[in-house]
């Protein structure tokens, strides 16, 4: 299966390696906190076209994801292990694709990976909970009161794997092959899925 370009006039990514948390917000109004290891941007005449994450999670907190089909984790649109199922002694990485509608908010505050690893760390501060909070003032916080950058209903989930003793498993998604931006133009997203279909199968 070969993923198809988003954007064939887009050759390369620039990558910037880090290890930062970053509080994201689900559906359930749950704050989720995870470690980024990896950010990475394509851009055409200084515009962002795609932005990547990569996450390492825990078991535990791939559980909690893969549970509530958070960053659009939803079952049907995973492919099968590549070779067999995640160990529980061994971390697990993402990698998450920002809504294309979102990129020009982002744009708009960084043009590179270090300048958008700033940037939304510093909206991660910004909107997680003083140690000081209560319980009840957790549960009270909605997801509109966080950053729709850090809301995990507009990150949409490419890859996940695992380096295992024996070799790395895992799988893709159906996002991995079909742009995101396609649901907002129904006249020509059946095109586009089927041909994603074609390539995901």
Sequence with gaps: MKPLRWNKRINSMDNYSLNCTLTFCNRTQA??????????????????NECHLTLQVNPTSYQQIDTHALFNLNPEFR???????FS???????????KPDLLPQLSE??????????????LS???????????????????????PLLNTENWFCLS???????????YTTFWNYVNPTILNH???????ISEGITNFA
């Design 79 to 85: 492919s099968p292990f590549s070779k067999g199922d």
């Design 109 to 122: 505050h960084a043009t590179t990976p270090e300048a958008a690893a700033t940037y939304l760390a510093n």
């Design 186 to 192: 129904p006249a020509t997203a059946s095109k586009h």
């Design 88 to 98: 529980p002694d061994h971390d697990i990485q993402l990698e998450i694709t920002l």
């Design 160 to 170: 996940v794997k695992q380096q295992q003793d024996s070799g790395e498993t895992g």
């Design 31 to 48: 704050h989720l906190n995870l470690c980024i290891v990896n950010i990475a941007l394509t851009t055409q005449e200084d515009t962002i």
């Design 125 to 147: 501060q910004q909107t997680s909970l003083p140690p000081t909070a209560s319980p009840s003032e957790a549960e009270t916080q909605s997801p509109s009161s966080f950053n």
